[in-house]
């Protein structure tokens, strides 16, 4: 994937264009992103951060920092999310539903001891997140 993909929040004020490849893929079964998301589980793409831009409708994106480890970003018109960015990490996680033509390929499981929605893909699964990042980098079973 050397190409770039856009996407947009759920009215389509704002834009959003991703290129080259992400870092990783996978799915994140934390607390947060549940409770974010409103969803059992948040399927993520991390992209370094000059990967990531807004093309159209930047002043629509609003932030929501409960640490400053995560800067939520949402469309103020909609509502509809669009990224986390984590810049601990330099890295942001553009949610997979965000950019629909990017091709999912998750790679990995993470915060799966906090699951709602085990997954039994044959995929790692990891207790929290990779030692690299910072994680305990432990393999727990499906
Ligand atoms: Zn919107
Ligand atoms: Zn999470």
Redesign the pocket.
Not at 9 to 14: E, N, T
């Given at each position: 994937m050397t190409d770039t993909h856009k996407g947009?929040?759920?009215?389509?004020?704002?834009e959003i264009e991703v290129s080259g490849a992400p870092e990783a893929m996978g799915y994140c079964h934390c607390a947060s992103c549940r409770s974010w998301s409103a969803g059992p589980v948040n399927a993520f793409t991390l992209w370094k951060q000059d990967k990531v831009k807004a093309t159209k409708?930047g002043e629509?994106i609003g932030h929501f920092k409960k640490t400053e480890r995560s800067d939520r970003q949402f469309?103020?018109?909609?509502?509809?999310h669009l990224m986390t960015d984590h810049p601990h990490w330099q890295l942001i996680d553009v949610y997979a539903a965000t950019i629909p033509t990017v091709p999912f390929a998750p790679g990995v499981h993470v915060h799966y001891a906090e699951t709602v929605l085990p997954m039994k893909d044959g995929l790692p699964k990891l207790r929290d997140i990779p030692a690299e990042l910072g994680g305990s980098g432990d393999v727990v079973p499906e």
């Open positions: 947009t929040c759920f009215c389509g004020a704002v409708g629509y469309c103020t018109k909609c509502g509809g």
